[in-house]
């Protein structure tokens, strides 16, 4: 089982970024997938998630109207579409599955976003 995010660097306030999150290993389609961050010193924190076919998601307040999350169950890969970042935005982002119905949960290793001027 494997989830590889890819898709983090620096990038200027008001800037853009689109994380990736590939899956392989298990039946992609039938899970949950949710971006965390987690800034040190933080607790890890949900920013979005999307359900097994993409038709609901759901976001924090800090980032709701700025990140969108999407989904492609043929390439079994999650992004989140990051506008309008800010200083705060710093942290590793994680991906995370979770089995529909079940207590199964699979962690990416995590891709660095700073943002900085």
Known sequence: VQLVESGGGLVQPGGSLRLSCKASGFTFHYYVMNWFRQDPGK???????????GG??????????RFTISRDNVRKTVYLQMNSLKVEDTA??????????????????????????
């Open 56 to 65: 609901r998601k759901s976001y924090s307040e800090s980032v709701k109207g």
């Open 43 to 53: 607790e890890r924190e949900m920013v979005a998630g999307v359900t097994i076919d």
């Open 92 to 117: 590793v982002y994680y991906c995370k599955a979770e089995g529909m119905g079940s207590n199964t949960e699979y962690w990416g290793q995590g891709t660095q976003v700073t943002v900085s001027s």
